[in-house]
């Protein structure tokens, strides 16, 4: 009885593998890019508005706060996007157990997490703009005509650039390129209580992680025009080179809380477990007040909270042989897409002495929503989605050592 055994184990765990690549591609018949450029030209600070305002993709009718701004594309074109991701995230963590009367367990850790983090995102676009019969009734439907118009008012002073762009085709590219590094640091508490020799019940808790973050960012954006049905160029293609730039800021990751229950039998172990993650927890700081709220009002939006479950068995085949398998359905933590994610696994686990070897292959299945780019939910046309399936197959190898 009383205060048994103090123990102090120091580890290092890569946590987070972020190698990943996505394509996809379909004709839409709705929506173009554009439209999300329209939208975003309100913005006067907005270099997605100012890209399609200057190229040609966005037109606009009316002035100061009467602005109205439109897409010129024609809503049947051919969008394709690729995405990769690169990277990896570890932790090197102390931790801190003890043990009262072998009924009561306590454990506790320090972590220093790091993260690198790189992706490569490419956006391209072919369709064709609309023809001056089409422009000309819309501007109508208006009530402002033709007067005034880059496109169709031949004393408009822009009016050479931009009437030559009416009804031929496009190719629009986006790229950018983001490296993120970060390193933070946390704590985990955990209680293990034994009401009997077979149960075991335990409660945990993982403070957020707070990072000190800096990330690289660059993009690019390339229109070309060309005559209808042609490839014989029209006008000089519009490019807004790479502008590369660096930002430092802070970022909380969400809390975690985890309950637990075992049996341990006299050959084996069943568990399950609960855990509970607020992503809406999460936080973005900077030194721009204004900028902050509004990572603030996006995360509201976009996140929530979301319930894990899992359950695990092994069975020892001898004292030093034994085998596992194991369970684990993620709950989705985004408020307006569906995801879902299940992992399946199987181990072999050998023990001689005060050493291990752990074995583990695990299978790793998720659903979810992507989107080339967002519309407002009232917009006339919804945001285009890709449902995407993805597979991945681990194998983990474990070395340890008592002492």
């Known amino acids: 009885t009383g205060w048994l ?39 006067a600070n907005s270099i997605f508005g100012d890209f399609g305002l200057e190229s040609g993709l966005v037109d606009f009718a009316g002035s100061g706060a009467n602005t109205t701004y439109y897409p010129m594309t024609v809503p049947d074109n051919t969008q394709r996007v690729f995405n990769q991701t690169r990277g990896s995230q570890s932790e ?15 454990g506790a850790s320090v972590g220093i997490s790091t993260m690198d983090y790189r992706t490569n995102h490419v956006y391209q676009e072919d369709g064709y703009l609309i023809d001056a019969a089409t422009l000309t009734d819309f501007r109508n439907q208006l009530g402002v005509g033709t ?26 590219d986006y790229e950018n390129w983001t490296e993120t590094r970060g390193t933070g640091v946390n704590v985990k508490l955990g209680v293990i209580y034994r009401p009997t020799d077979i149960i075991r019940i335990g409660v945990s808790a993982t403070t957020p992680t707070w ?21 014989t ?18 970022f909380r990751s969400p809390y975690r809380l985890n309950g637990g229950i075992a049996a341990v039998l006299s050959k084996g172990l069943i568990s399950a477990d609960i855990e509970f ?13 204004a900028l902050d709220m509004q990572y603030a009002d996006d995360i509201s939006a976009t996140y929530q909270g979301a319930v894990n479950l899992k359950v695990g068995a092994e069975y020892m085949i001898t004292p030093q042989f034994m085998i596992r398998g194991g369970y684990n359905h993620s709950g989705n933590p985004y408020k307006n897409l569906d995801y879902s994610a299940q ?29 080339p780019y967002s519309l407002p939910a009232d917009y006339e046309v919804s945001t285009p989605i890709a449902k995407v399936t993805n597979t991945r197959n681990n194998v983990f190898l474990t070395f340890g050592a008592k002492f």
């Open 92 to 106: 090197t963590n102390i931790s801190f157990g003890a043990n009262y009367s072998n009924k009561l367990y306590l």
């Open 211 to 231: 990072y000190n973050m800096s990330s690289d960012f660059s993009d690019f954006f390339e229109v070309r025009n060309y005559e209808a049905n042609s490839t």
């Open 233 to 250: 160029p029209v006008g000089d293609p519009l490019t807004y080179p790479e502008d590369p730039y660096t930002y430092d800021y802070n």
């Open 5 to 43: 055994n103090f123990n102090v184990g120091i580890g290092y765990n890569k946590t987070n593998s972020f190698y990943s690549k996505l394509t996809y591609q379909g004709n839409n018949t709705e929506s173009s890019v554009a439209d999300m450029m329209g939208i975003e030209a309100y913005d």
């Open 343 to 371: 992992t399946i696994s199987g181990g072999l686990g050998y023990r001689i002495g005060n050493y291990y070897i752990d074995a583990t292959y695990q299978n790793w299945r998720q659903k979810y929503d992507t989107f």
């Open 147 to 172: 007067a005034g118009s880059r496109f169709l008012d031949p004393t408009h002073p822009d009016y050479q650039n931009y009437n030559k762009y009416l009804n031929t085709d496009y190719q629009y």
């Open 277 to 289: 993650i607020d992503y809406a927890s999460m936080k973005i700081t900077t030194d721009d007040n």
